[in-house]
Nanobody, 119 residues
Framework: QVQLVESGGGLVQPGGSLRLSCAAS????????MSWYRQAPGKERELVAT????????NYADSVKGRFTISRDNAKNTVALQMNSLNSEDTAGYYC????????????WGRGTQVTVSS
């Protein structure tokens, strides 16, 4: 069955770094655009970063540009989010998302991993 399993979340001090990983299985990972979303308590889920299926194009939310880097390994069916210079506003649940679009759209979500930035 389809699975997106996130890992790497935790508690980090302001200014610190974390690397999130998402392991995919059960679908053809290499044709899916992959993204990371986040959702903080009381806020709507927001798109953080997207990487194209081939890995040659990326996009970031303005709030994380220059601090976060999304990458993927199609041979290992994984996507990662390197997060640097973390601050309290980055505290949220982070979710891995895959989307395939041709004439129709197919989307998958992981269950999320919690990132807490606090001293």
């Amino acid at each position: 069955q389809v699975q997106l399993v996130e890992s790497g979340g935790g508690l980090v001090q302001p200014g610190g770094s974390l690397r999130l990983s998402c392991a995919a299985s059960g679908f053809v990972f290499s044709v899916y655009d992959m993204s990371w979303y986040r959702q903080a308590p009381g806020k709507e889920r927001e798109l953080v970063a997207t990487i194209s299926s081939a890995g040659n194009s990326t996009n970031y939310a303005d709030s994380v540009k220059g601090r976060f880097t999304i990458s993927r390994d199609n041979a290992k069916n994984t996507v990662a989010l390197q997060m640097n210079s973390l601050n309290s506003e980055d505290t949220a649940g982070y979710y891995c998302h895959g989307r395939y679009f041709n004439n129709f759209s197919v989307e998958y979500w992981g269950r999320g991993t919690q990132v807490t930035v606090s001293s």
